[in-house]
T-cell receptor, first 115, second 117 residues
């Protein structure tokens, strides 16, 4: 497709379960970002990929959160042993480059609800 | 550290009128970029406009313009001739322009704009 694709669009799971969120960036975009949006915290940066490497993981809130990117394309964000405070919308964005005037283009997000 | 402040949680504007959404920022970087995004109730984040810190002129994109006052560290978004479809949350964001900063966006808390018919 033409835009950033995220799946699933909605995920409801029980506390303690692991979840995997997927992001398919715009073709040719080398930079990929994960953000989290919640009512109390606004939009928070989680992790940045350039190609398959993650030079900036500073936003991951705990070691329960991990992410990878393969083939310079698809990325997955994994949350282990989910907690209720993990409930949020997880947004993925991609851009042609990580510098300059290149805007980040966002997917529609995954709404994660932890019961 | 970089910080974005949007002091207007909610704004109302009459259809066809212009509206200004405020954004102030704080950074010690000499080179940076400022972005505005629109988020309708459906949830997608839509890029609207960009202003680079060294750009001599204010950015414009159709009905959107950015009133950039570098000395005041403000980057207000002006929407002219408001339309009902402009009702949404608007976010101001900033990123450093150095390669080693990775380009992550720092967002403000957002302003919810409601356009009245």
């Amino acid at each position: 497709g033409a835009g950033v694709s995220q799946s699933p669009s909605n995920k409801v799971t029980e506390k303690g379960k692991d979840v995997e969120l997927r992001c398919d960036p715009i073709s040719g975009h080398t930079a990929l970002y994960w953000y989290r949006q919640s009512l109390g915290q606004g939009l928070e940066f989680l992790i940045y990929f350039q190609g398959n490497s993650a030079p900036d993981k500073s936003g991951l809130p705990s070691d329960r959160f991990s992410a990878e990117r393969t083939g310079g394309s698809v990325s997955t964000l994994t949350i282990q042993r989910t907690q209720q405070e993990d409930s949020a919308v997880y947004l993925c964005a991609s851009s042609l480059a990580s510098t300059g005037d290149q805007p980040q283009h966002f997917g529609d997000g995954t709404r994660l609800s932890i019961l | 550290a970089q910080k974005i402040t949007q002091t207007q949680p909610g704004m109302f504007v009459q259809e066809k009128e212009a509206v200004t959404l405020d954004c102030t920022y704080d950074t010690s970087d000499p080179s940076y970029g400022l972005f505005w995004y629109k988020q309708p109730s459906s949830g997608e984040m839509i890029f609207l406009i960009y202003q680079g810190s060294y750009d001599q002129q204010n950015a414009t994109e159709g009905r959107y313009s950015l009133n950039f006052q570098k000395a005041r560290k403000s980057a207000n978004l002006v929407i002219s001739a408001s339309q009902l479809g402009d009702s949404a949350m608007y976010f101001c964001a900033m990123r450093g322009r150095h390669y080693n900063q990775g380009g992550k966006l720092i967002f403000g808390q957002g302003t919810e704009l409601s356009v009245k018919p």
